[in-house]
């Protein structure tokens, strides 16, 4: 009779779930390498959230886009006159003024005060002006008074010489009366000279006070005249016509020789100044096409300007216009520009990709012939416009590629497309 041994089969039991974890832990290691090896799934991209395009051949037109603002070329600044203090503002901004409206008006008692003693001074120079040609007639008609008498004085004694003549040659005068006869008709001729010699002399200098008179009288004119103009001056107008663009000052402020108190615009001469990137300044020349959209219509001009130096990655560019401008069109008003660059011929262009620039290397996916997969594909892009670039190499005609952001698939050589 056979004796069962337990030791034997405690081995065996022991041999056997040994060999079962060896295998267990194979199988496991096994699996863990195989996955490890697997590469990772492709990620899914939404073809409706995607932007897609294709790629085409063709006639490509190259522009660069800017925003900005309209601006007019003929300015005006109105500077206060003097000092003085703003009294009354009798319009705002935005009404249009012509060359005598009054924009602001001031106040200085000073300047008044000088005016009137200006007004004063000419009367009182016109008075001493009638007083001296009075004074200076009654001179000259004295003078002419004395002229007569000595004139004829000297007639009487001439008379008297004549007659003592013709009887000093019958022996009835004596020779001494008849040379007492000459001297005196000598004496009074000598008088009459001398005095129509003061006569004249004494009309020069008549004519000469009564000039220096009127000079003095005029210099007091033409400083009233200065005066008045100051204090009309005071009313400021604007000199020109357009409309008022800015009233820089308020009632009861107190102002100075040469402060902008205004600023009048010509409505008529505006011109658009557009801010276009430093990385598209390139290609921009002055005469090249603009069309600069007010949001309301869109007016045709051209490049008149170019900012020599950037400003804050910008530069600016002036945008004359070719024709008459809209109603709508204002001062201040922002636009956005378009400006032509070139028209090119025969090329491959599609529409710009996200991040995209003009001569550069970046990867695009393109999509397959399925179009249910797309594989990244590295694409040479070329010149570049607002919306379309050109294409150096890397897709064909007809072939399509994703233009949206897919900077979170870098990782990814291929993308299921659903």
Do not use: C, W
């Not at 065996?12 to 096994?30: D, E, Q, S, Y």
């Not at 600023?263 to 990385?279: N, Q």
């Amino acid at each position: 009779m056979d004796i069962k041994r337990p030791g034997k089969t405690k081995i065996k039991k022991r041999i056997r779930t040994a060999i079962l974890v060896v295998v267990g832990l194979a199988a496991v290691g096994g699996i863990t390498y195989g996955l490890s090896r697997l590469k990772p799934a492709a990620p899914t991209l939404d073809r409706a959230s995607a932007v897609i395009d294709t790629v085409k051949r063709g006639p490509m037109l190259r522009e660069v886009r800017g925003n900005g603002t309209l601006v007019p070329q003929l300015v005006r600044y109105i500077p206060a006159p003097a000092d003085g203090r703003v009294e009354k503002i009798p319009i705002q901004a935005g009404v249009e003024v012509g060359n005598d409206t009054v924009i602001v008006e001031l106040s200085n008692p000073k300047m008044e005060q000088e005016a009137m003693d200006a007004e004063f001074q000419v009367k009182a120079a016109q008075a001493d002006e009638e007083s001296l040609r009075t004074r200076l007639e009654s001179d000259s008609m004295t003078q002419q008074s004395a002229i007569a008498g000595i004139n004829a004085e000297y007639s009487q004694a001439k008379l008297q010489l004549d007659t003592d003549e013709v009887l000093g040659k019958q022996g009835l005068v004596p020779e001494l009366l008849l040379k007492i006869s000459r001297m005196h008709v000598q004496e009074l001729g000598n008088r009459l000279k001398v005095e129509q010699q003061r006569l004249t002399v004494s009309s020069k200098s008549t004519k000469a006070q009564i000039n220096a008179q009127e000079s003095r009288v005029q210099q007091l004119r033409a400083l009233a005249r200065l005066k008045k103009d100051q204090v009309d001056s005071l009313k400021v107008r604007a000199g020109t016509s357009g409309v008022l663009q800015q009233v820089s000052v308020q009632v009861g402020q107190q102002v100075t020789p040469g402060l902008n108190i205004a600023r009048v615009a010509d409505p008529a001469s505006l011109k658009a100044e557009l801010k276009i990137a430093e990385t598209q300044i390139k290609d921009v020349k002055i005469g090249q096409p603009v069309a600069v959209d007010t949001r309301n219509v869109i007016i045709q001009g051209q490049v008149s300007r170019i900012d020599p130096a950037a400003r804050e990655g910008t530069f600016t560019v002036d945008a004359e216009f070719s024709g008459p401008l809209p109603t709508s069109a204002r001062a201040d008003l922002s636009v956005d520009g378009t400006i032509e660059l070139e028209r090119l011929g025969n090329v491959l262009n599609v529409s710009r990709p996200a991040f995209g620039q003009g001569q550069q290397t970046l990867g695009l996916f393109k999509l397959t012939a399925d179009g249910q997969e797309a594989v990244r594909t590295p694409v040479t892009l070329g010149r570049s416009s607002v919306n379309t670039i050109e294409i150096i190499s890397g897709l064909n005609e007809g072939d399509q590629v994703i233009l949206s952001d897919t900077s979170a698939m870098d990782s990814y050589s291929r993308i299921r497309v659903r």
